[in-house]
């Protein structure tokens, strides 16, 4: 494994940026980057192409303290460790150059210094001090656990449902969705329709959260069973996996709450938990599937790379249709699938789009969920990038943008030699279409503060051209 070391030289707005080998031979010209979100992004393509090109390599940057100006590029390269081999140092800038005076420099520039930085780590590696690996890695490490004992318990749940359909059939009903605790305390009392059929409804409730309506009917419709099983193997299967489900209940709901209650909670989390659906425990996940934000170009390149982007599919008999790529992380997908669940009841944003889906346009229910967790990435993006909290009003002011760039300008370039003709022989629903952009392009400019395009728009004669076809400009 080959190491390499980052000098980074940072001034206000931007950095130069240099990396040597252990020979202290540049393996990266010096180059330099502003600090802003493209130039991290970049930073992440340039480190992750290096690393690539050399395999095994692993990354040592170092940034000189600068008063506050070397922050962004601290928690940028603390990000880029949950997916590259990255660690980072803030070093002393005296002892910086104190280095570089014992190495005789003569010339100093942000090139240079940068470069010196780099020497400084190979040389004196016993007084750096490299930050933790991961800023994520106990909260991964404990989402992994999480997801791993849900994942042990429906297994559990399968093999208790299959014995159910045929031990207490009529407590079917109770399996839908998460499994109430009485369902699981009832079992282990209970465990076939037989021995809850010779129970008292007095004694059943006693059992927390049955009340007696409840209880008398659960012992009514076990005496009248169609169940088929009741051996003992049967009574001690269904018991010990209902003992089972009720200890990793308690156990999952435990490392929840550890898990929101911990102090080091990365920023990110609650810059997610404005939007509304999202609890500690989603934003702990989406962070460690995002991993970088920087990663992503756009927000359509992060949807195409956890395939909730939609694709044309075509099945062998011709017919076609407008699917989900369902490519990448399926982990993601399950964790917007129930933010958008939680979101499409009362969210500013994502309620309207989903009742405009399913109501106005005739959307299917789950193709409409399907645009809503595109849009509620795409909203998840714009707050990890820009960092500031969800706010409704900049996500209208955006769509009525896009609209207007979307609409207005491509007809704008598409008719720059003649505008509409209200006497031109078009049909109904292209003379709609035409009212229909000129009365959204006039309401985003009103928007924008932009004086609305007159009615003239689409009264204005004909354009008389020439063999050059130069516009006569009515004033």
């Not at 949950?82 to 005076?101: C, D, T």
């Not at 399968?158 to 009529?170: D, G, T, V």
């Not at 008719?415 to 709609?432: F, G, H, L, M």
Request: net charge positive.
């Amino acid at each position: 494994m080959s190491n390499y070391f980052l000098g980074i030289d940072v001034s206000k707005g931007y950095a130069d940026f240099v990396i040597v080998d252990q020979k202290r031979e540049v393996a990266e010209p010096t180059f330099q980057l502003d600090d802003t979100f493209q130039g991290h992004q970049q930073l992440y393509q340039v480190l992750s192409r290096f690393i690539e090109e050399r395999s095994g390599a692993r990354l040592y940057a170092g940034i000189e303290s600068t008063g506050g100006y070397e922050n962004n590029w601290l928690a940028a390269l603390g990000r880029f460790q949950a997916s590259l081999p990255v660690q980072v140092a803030r070093v002393n800038p005296m002892q910086v150059r104190s280095h570089a005076e014992a190495e005789g420099s003569r010339t100093i520039t942000d090139g240079v210094s940068a470069r010196y930085i780099a020497t400084f780590l190979l040389a004196h590696p016993n007084k750096v001090r490299y930050q933790r690996e991961d800023a994520l890695s106990e909260l991964r490490d404990q989402w992994t656990f999480i997801e791993q004992l849900k994942k042990q318990r429906t297994a559990l749940f399968n093999q208790l449902e299959s014995l159910l359909y045929r031990a207490h059939p009529e407590l079917m009903r109770y399996l839908s969705g998460k499994t109430p605790a009485w369902l699981l305390k009832l079992l282990t009392r209970y465990p076939t329709a037989e021995r809850l059929g010779r129970a008292r409804p007095r004694t059943v409730a006693k059992i927390p959260y049955v009340s007696d309506a409840r209880a008398e009917a659960l012992v009514e419709r076990a005496s009248t069973s169609a169940a088929s099983a009741a051996g003992e193997v049967t009574e001690e299967l269904v018991r010990e996996l209902a003992r089972q489900l009720l200890h990793f209940d308690g156990l999952i709901g435990k490392h929840e709450e550890r898990l929101a209650r911990a102090l080091d909670l990365p920023q990110d989390v609650e810059l997610l938990k404005s939007f509304g659906a999202i609890g500690d425990y989603s934003a702990v996940g989406l962070l460690l599937e995002i991993q970088t934000v920087e990663r992503f170009s756009s927000a359509k390149k992060m949807a195409a790379f956890f395939g909730v982007h939609p694709v044309y599919k075509q099945s062998g008999d011709g017919v076609g249709a407008m699917r989900m790529s369902k490519k990448g992380s399926s982990r993601m997908r399950q964790l917007l699938f129930m933010i958008t669940l939680t979101a499409i009841q009362d969210h500013p944003i994502i309620q309207p789009l989903y009742e405009r889906l399913v109501e106005e346009e005739g959307k299917a229910k789950m193709v409409a969920l399907g645009a809503c967790m595109h849009k509620t990435l795409r909203i998840i993006y714009g707050i990890l990038k820009h960092q500031t909290p969800f706010d409704a009003e900049i996500d209208r002011r955006n769509r009525a943008r896009a609209r207007g760039q979307s609409t207005g300008a491509h007809e704008e370039k598409k008719r720059r030699y003649q505008r509409y003709d209200v006497s031109a022989p078009v049909s109904d629903r292209t003379r709609k279409r035409r009212r229909l952009q000129r009365d959204s392009q006039g309401a985003v400019d009103t928007m924008c503060g932009i004086s609305p395009p007159t009615a003239a728009y689409l009264e204005q004669p004909p354009v008389e051209t020439n063999g050059s076809q130069k516009q006569r400009c009515s004033t």
